[in-house]
């Protein structure tokens, strides 16, 4: 099992940033991809950005190419969302998750792929 425990979001003006952390922790010594997903009110949950265990391979939503940059630092147990740019519609409650690493896929879009997720932090985009 493995914790994980997101932080910074908050309330930003449009053309803002703001940078999220999720902290894991428990059984930290296996390998996870990881990625950052969000859900607003009344919708589904949808996918961010992922990143491969090595922190080389990453991917993007389309809505958040160019602006979101995911990144990872294992020996701190961490991985990062910078979000620049931000829009209104990018208001939603962020959710960091891991899913075990087999080895077939070095990153994963699908949200039924993964395995743990945090309690999620909101982040709210005024225009």
């Known amino acids: 099992q493995v914790q994980l425990v997101e932080s910074g979001g908050g309330l930003v003006q449009a053309g803002g940033s703001l940078r999220l952390s999720c902290v894991a922790s428990g059984r930290t010594s296996s390998r996870y991809i990881m990625a950052w997903f969000r859900q607003a009110p009344g919708k589904e949950r949808e996918f961010v950005a992922t990143?491969?265990?090595?922190?080389?391979?990453?991917d993007y939503a389309d809505s958040v190419k160019g602006r979101f940059t995911i990144s990872r630092d294992n020996a701190k147990n961490t991985i990062y969302l910078q979000m620049n740019s931000l829009k209104p519609e990018d208001t939603a409650v962020y959710y960091c998750?891991?899913?075990?690493?087999?080895?077939?896929?070095?990153?994963?879009?699908?949200?039924?792929?993964?395995?743990?997720w945090g309690q999620g932090t909101q982040v709210t985009v005024s225009s």
């Open positions: 998750a891991a899913a075990d690493w087999t080895g077939v896929k070095v990153v994963e879009t699908r949200v039924d792929q993964y395995d743990y």
């Open positions: 990143i491969s265990w090595g922190g080389r391979t990453t």
